[in-house]
């Protein structure tokens, strides 16, 4: 079975702080890597996709990927009141589906 | 912005009743995914769907699943014969090319009594 690991478990970060993510991931052969965020009761929606090794900034966010470690992760530059999400971590497997990890809870206080 | 649409938003259905599921992918977009969410646990992938026909689909795509781009516009999931475990939220998503940026639809929550 391959996987994709979000292991940290709810993340409470100060209004204006860094929250850092991380995911690993365990199909050598994935290619495309993404981050959606996901509002209590909404879809997933695409924040932030990397594909190649290194870090990928839009905005507020960024994207860091290492393919030798199997992992990637995602920076919340200035966390928002409304920052606060699961995160899910969202890795390409074969050549037509997503795999997704359990998502962190990001919840940013005040 | 164009969006992908889902309905109905809600269905609650007897077990053993057939659902079906409607999805309108963003227009210029080839690709068409199912995924569902079962309460408190993660995005799982059902099927993709290209160029009229399927793609790939997991194990929990079985023979009581079906899909069909019935016309232009629209994909639809059919469960024939719904169970408890097939209650759960269904998101289609659709992309212009293979995987990349898929893009969600809001969702349809199904409840199976």
């Known amino acids: 079975q391959k996987e994709v690991e979000q292991n940290s478990g709810p993340l409470s970060v100060p209004e204006g702080a860094i929250a850092s993510l991380n995911c690993t991931y365990s199909?050598?052969?994935?290619?495309?890597f993404f981050w959606y965020r996901q509002y209590s009761g909404k879809s997933p929606e695409l924040i932030m996709f990397i594909y190649s090794n290194g870090d990928k900034e839009d905005g507020r966010f960024t994207a860091q990927l290492n393919k030798a470690s199997q992992y990637v992760s995602l920076l919340i530059r200035d966390s928002q009141p409304s920052d606060s999400a699961t995160y899910l971590c969202a890795v390409s497997q074969g050549n037509n589906r997503l795999a997704f990890g359990k998502g962190n809870q990001v919840v940013v206080i005040p | 912005e164009p969006e992908v649409t889902q309905t109905p938003s809600h269905q609650v259905t007897q077990m053993g009743q057939e659902v079906i599921l409607r999805c309108v992918p963003i227009s210029n977009h080839l690709y068409f995914y199912w995924y569902r969410q079962i309460l408190g646990q993660k995005v799982e992938f059902l099927v993709s769907f290209y160029n009229n026909e399927i793609s790939e689909k997991s194990e929990i795509f079985d023979d009581q699943f079906s899909v069909e781009r019935p016309d232009g516009s629209n994909f639809t999931l059919k469960i024939r014969s719904t169970k408890l475990e097939d209650s759960a939220m269904y998101f289609c998503?659709?992309?212009?090319?293979?995987?990349?940026?898929?893009?969600f639809g809001p969702g349809t929550r199904l409840l199976v009594l």
């Open positions: 199909d050598r052969g994935s290619q495309s």
């Open positions: 998503a659709s992309s212009d090319y293979k995987v990349e940026t898929q893009y």
